[in-house]
C-alpha cells in the first residue's frame, strides 16, 4: 500500500501532464502547470454535448486550480463505456476522490463496488445512478431536477390563465433517455400538470440534449401535427430549444406567440432569446458545481464527513420578470 502511493506520488506530475496534453488535444482548458498537489481528483466527463456541459467542465477545472488539487480529467464523448472505463483508470491510479457525471442512471454496480473495494469516495455530480444501495457513493451534488420540472409546470399554468387558454396541446422534446435530468424534468412537469384538463401532451420524442436532434425533432413534429397543432414546446435544455426555433423560425411560425416555448438551463445564448421574445421562460439550471465539488474534496481528504445530498439554489426566468439586470451567464 505504501509503496503504491510513494509510486503514485512519484508519477504524479508525469501523470498531470499527460492528462493536460490529452485535454488540450480535446481542446480543453488544462492548466499547463498542474499544481504538485497532494490531493488528486480523477474527474469523468460524460461528454460536451452543450453550452451547460463546457461551462460545466470549465467550472470543474478552475475550481481544481483554485484548490490546488491536481485533476485528472477523462471526457467520455457520450459513451458510457468510456466512463467506465475511465473510472477504472483512476481506480488504479488511486486518486484520493472520484467525481463523476453519470451518462445515465443505470449500469454502474460494478464499477461502483470496484471503487468502493478500492476505499476511493465517489462524487456523483450534476447526475444521478438509479436509487438503490446507497453506500455505492458517497455524495451527490448537482441540481433538483424534479424541481425543475415543477417550475416548467408551474409557469405553463401561469401562461395559460394570462393567455385565458382553455385547452392546449404540448409537444415535449426530452433529454438524454435513462438520465436523471430527462426523468426528473419529465416528472416534475407532467406532476404539476397532471390534474389540469387544459394540458395535453401529446407526444414526447428523445432529443438527447443536442441541438442537432432537437432541430430533427421539431422538424418531424412540425410536419405531423403542423404549427397549429401545437401550443406549447417543452425542450428539456437550451440546446435543443435553439435547434427548435431555428426549425419553428425558417418554417414562418414564431416561437413565443404562435407556440409557447419552455426550456432549461438558462445558458447566454438563450437567455437571449428569451430577451428578444423568442422564448417565454427559462428554468435555471446551474452548471458552476466546481467550487461545491472542491470543498467536498477537501473534507474528505481531511477525513470529515460530508452530507449525502447537495443542491444548489435555481430559479426560473421568464417573459413575465424584469431581466434588466440579470448578469451574463457565463456559459
Ligand atoms: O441540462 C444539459 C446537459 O445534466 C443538467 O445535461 C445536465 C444537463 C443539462 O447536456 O444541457
Known sequence: MKTLRTLRRAALPLLLALCAVALSACGGDAPSNAPRSEVVVGFSQLGSESGWR????????????????????????QRQD???????????YRVDVIVFSPIVETGWDNVLTEAKDAGIPVILMDRMIESGDD??????????????????????????????AKHMNI?????????????????????????????????????DFL?????????????????????????????????????????????ARDIVIISVDAQQEA???????????????????????MEMVDALSKGKQIPKRNHPV???FTEFDDLSDLAPRGY
Open 54 to 77: 463546457i461551462g460545466n467542465t470549465a467550472s470543474m477545472e478552475k475550481a481544481a486550480r483554485e484548490w490546488g488539487f491536481g485533476l485528472m480529467l477523462d471526457n467520455a464523448n
Open 171 to 207: 409537444v415535449e422534446i426530452t433529454g438524454t433517455e435513462d438520465s436523471t435530468p430527462m426523468r426528473d424534468r419529465q416528472s416534475g412537469f407532467m406532476w404539476t400538470i397532471k390534474d389540469d384538463d387544459r394540458f395535453t401532451v401529446i407526444e414526447s420524442v428523445s432529443g
Open 211 to 255: 441541438r442537432s436532434k432537437g432541430e430533427e425533432c421539431m422538424r418531424y413534429l412540425l410536419e405531423k401535427y403542423g404549427p397549429e397543432g401545437i401550443d406549447v414546446v417543452y425542450s428539456h435544455n437550451d440546446e435543443m430549444t435553439l435547434g427548435a426555433l431555428k426549425v419553428l423560425e425558417e418554417a414562418g411560425v414564431k416561437p
Open 82 to 92: 468510456k466512463q467506465i472505463a475511465a473510472i477504472r483508470s483512476f481506480i488504479s
Open 314 to 316: 435555481e430559479t426560473a
Open 271 to 293: 437567455v437571449d432569446a428569451l430577451r428578444e421574445g423568442r422564448i417565454n421562460c427559462i428554468v435555471e439550471c446551474t452548471p458552476n458545481l466546481g467550487d461545491a465539488v
Open 135 to 164: 453506500d455505492r457513493y458517497t455524495a451527490y451534488i448537482g441540481a433538483d431536477f424534479l424541481a425543475e420540472g415543477r417550475r416548467a409546470g408551474k409557469f405553463l399554468k401561469q401562461k395559460a390563465d394570462a393567455m385565458g
